[in-house]
């Protein structure tokens, strides 16, 4: 399943990196891509193994504010 996430706090290249490590290695994560300038990040993940709301927890547990 391909999804769009809304993080709302990024504020440099370092917290894409931050985002699209914490997301990397969730179970059932195919590709992860983070755009800084539209506040997004693209998923591609197994729904079997993997749903929103594990996503968009484990970006606010970094301090940032998601939401699908």
């Known amino acids: ?4 996430i809304n993080i709302e706090g990024m504020s440099c290249n370092h ?6 490590e914490a997301l990397a290695p969730l ?3 195919k590709k992860v891509k983070v ?4 506040g997004q990040a693209v998923v591609k993940y197994d729904e079997q193994l993997l ?3 594990t996503l ?3 970006v606010n547990d970094l301090g940032f504010k998601a939401s699908v």
């Open 35 to 38: 755009n800084f300038k539209k």
């Open 15 to 20: 917290c894409v990196a931050r985002v699209e």
């Open 27 to 29: 179970e059932g994560m």
């Open 51 to 53: 749903n929103e709301t």
């Open 1 to 4: 399943m391909k999804q769009v």
């Open 56 to 58: 968009v927890s484990t």
